[in-house]
């Protein structure tokens, strides 16, 4: 497993910049290599995590920037269009909210320094917050250079990778094979077994993976696969939250897809289609990891009965967090939040950080208050609807990118509830990288969508896309 830990993420890493030569989006590859680090051993990759003095956020802020200064430079236009250091100059609606997230952040920077006189620290303290901002800008621009074409080809690469993490991680979360070195951050006991859910390597596009597959209108096996293998990481997960998503995730496709032109016949294949995806998981699960199957089915169980269980006990406990930190931020700024304060000053900001990986919503309203849980409400609508309201519309492409792109900030919203998704500190620079993919397609002209160019020698991906081969939509 040694050399598997070490060949891995040179393929893959090797894999994007191949692809690059012709699709410079893919150099976008390296910060998801980053996010992705530990599901695909690309903490090994040693170059991309040094100086080791520097926080892992720094270093993938400093190559997202390198990346983008690359892309820049590699191209200035798409077509016979200029393009801008961060895409088109026009601000979209949707994209207000966040010049005033900007400005909240600005503001409590401010703050930070004026209690302490000490810029720097107050630069510091304040920087995570601001990788999300400036880590949007920069993504936009990147994805500004990428036609639709590219950044369809793009997504199915990293839909590919994502497969891979899950596959690794069902080998050892569900057949318990050695293949990760890490241990498992959580251990339950069923019959006198031991239950372990591990979430430090556990695949981290899996919300991209189902809306990208989901959207297709067009599903060949191979795409069938991804899916199956998604589901089933998903259930090895031992995640309730996860698998509702999943499941609103299949609805929410199903619906979505059909609004503008219903077809009965191509519902009934795609659910046929989903439940023969779904069966397999399943099957596979039962057979394989027959106690973990008995234990998610015990911890689905607690969500429709009374009193007690851990589900309630789980809420509760959020619940409780919630209230503490709603009390404390009420000492000082309800409207705002407190922002960046210095070194904590009682108990409950101690506990702030280990809290906030059970919801996103948290960390938001201890540094921004109702204002920046109002603000980034309005972030996530806006794209939400805007991105609905691409998939409206034609191109056929265009159509799938923008369904992916809605599915998946759908339940990257729901799992708000359970993780902190995109407030997560580690990758605070890629946080909303999917929004800002949703400003790019939104700021792409009419001319390029009718005719865009295909990168010369395009293959299919290894799923078997090909939608001319395929002459049955599901």
């Not at 393929?11 to 893919?26: E, H, T, V």
């Not at 899996?206 to 991804?226: D, E, H, I, Q, S």
């Not at 289609?273 to 699960?285: S, T």
Request: aromatic share 10%; net charge positive.
């Amino acid at each position: 497993m040694g050399l598997v830990r070490l060949a891995l993420p040179a393929a893959l890493l090797l894999w994007f910049l191949w692809k690059a030569r012709s699709n410079p989006l893919f150099l976008l590859g390296i910060p998801v290599l980053m996010v992705m680090r530990s599901s695909v051993f690309f903490e090994n990759m040693k170059p991309f995590w040094m100086p080791g003095r520097f926080d892992p956020v720094v270093l993938l802020m400093g190559w997202l920037a390198i990346v983008w200064a690359v892309t820049v430079a590699r191209r200035s236009r798409l077509g016979d269009r200029p393009v801008g250091l961060f895409g088109a100059g026009r601000i979209l609606p949707e994209e207000l909210p966040l010049i005033g997230i900007a400005a909240l952040i600005g503001l409590h920077a401010w703050g930070a320094f004026a209690d302490s006189g000490d810029l720097a620290n107050a630069a510091s303290l304040a920087s995570g917050a601001i990788y999300l901002v400036l880590g949007y800008l920069l993504v936009r621009g990147i994805a500004s250079r990428a036609t639709h074409v590219e950044t369809r080809e793009f997504l199915a690469a990293v839909v590919i990778v994502n497969t891979v993490a899950c596959g690794l991680f069902i080998l050892h979360q569900g057949l318990h094979l050695p293949i990760y070195l890490g241990h498992a951050n959580i251990t339950y006991v069923l019959g006198g077994q031991n239950i372990s859910r591990a979430t430090t390597f556990s695949p981290a596009f899996n919300l991209l993976a189902l809306g990208f597959v989901l959207a297709k209108r067009r599903w060949t096996p191979g795409w069938l696969v991804v899916l199956a293998i998604t589901l089933l990481a998903i259930l090895v997960s031992l995640t309730r939250t996860l698998l509702i998503a999943a499941i609103l995730g299949l609805v929410i496709a199903l619906i979505a897809r059909e609004l503008s032109r219903p077809d009965f016949g191509r519902v009934a294949r795609r659910v046929g289609a989903i439940a023969l995806a779904v069966v397999v998981a399943i099957v596979a699960f039962s057979r394989f990891a027959p106690a973990y199957w008995s234990f998610l089915l015990k911890r689905l169980s607690e969500f429709t009965s009374r009193g007690g269980g851990t589900q309630v006990s789980n809420w509760q406990i959020r619940t409780l967090h919630w209230d503490a930190v709603e009390r404390v931020v009420a000492r000082g700024d309800l409207a705002f939040g407190l922002g960046f304060p210095q070194p904590a000053s009682n108990a409950v900001d101690a506990h702030v950080y280990l809290w906030s990986s059970d919801m996103t919503w948290l960390p938001i309203m201890y540094r921004f208050g109702y204002i920046g849980l109002m603000l980034f409400a309005l972030l996530l609508a806006g794209f939400m609807a805007r991105a609905l309201w691409l998939s409206l519309k034609p191109p056929e492409s265009r159509r799938e990118l923008a369904l992916t792109y809605f599915i998946t900030i759908a339940l990257t919203v729901i799992m708000g509830f359970q993780m902190w998704t995109f407030m997560q500190p580690s990758v605070y620079p890629m946080g909303l990288w999917i929004l800002a993919l949703v400003a790019a397609e939104a700021l792409r002209p009419a001319e390029e969508l009718a005719g865009a160019p295909v990168p010369v020698g395009r293959p299919t991906s290894p799923a078997g896309e090909d939608a001319q081969l395929d002459p049955q939509p599901l």
